[in-house]
């Protein structure tokens, strides 16, 4: 089992920053990938970033490359940074985990609020 516990939403104004913090903790292997998605009301989830805990595979959905970069740090911890935001970003932001490192992601964490206003 992994558990995610997901930090750092907010509301922010347009041009502004946030960084989401997603503490995983339970079975995290090195093979770990963490994926970021976001849920905007009334529309579906949307894949975000994507990282494998190595570092050897990294990347973003084109809507957010350039402005939103994903990390890690060396405590099972993942960093989504955001800037320039943009009302458009406004979503509930989740972090997911394959402790294999694909894509399929079993454990979700229970998502923060990002509010950007124009």
């Known amino acids: 089992q992994v558990q995610l516990v997901e930090s750092g939403g907010g509301l922010v104004q347009a041009g502004g920053s946030l960084r989401l913090s997603c503490a995983a903790s339970?079975?995290?292997?090195?093979?770990?990938?963490m994926g970021w998605f976001r849920q905007a009301p009334g529309k579906e989830r949307e894949f975000v970033a994507h990282?494998?805990?190595?570092?050897?595979?990294i990347y973003y959905a084109d809507s957010v490359n350039g402005r939103f970069t994903v990390s890690r740090d060396n405590k099972n911890t993942g960093y989504l940074q955001m800037n320039s935001l943009e009302p458009e970003d406004t979503a509930v932001y989740y972090c997911?985990?394959?402790?294999?490192?694909?894509?399929?992601?079993?454990?979700w964490g229970q998502g923060t609020q990002v509010t950007v206003s124009s």
């Open positions: 990282i494998r805990w190595s570092g050897s595979s």
């Open positions: 997911a985990v394959d402790v294999y490192g694909g894509e399929s992601y079993a454990y």
């Open positions: 339970g079975r995290i292997f090195s093979t770990t990938a």
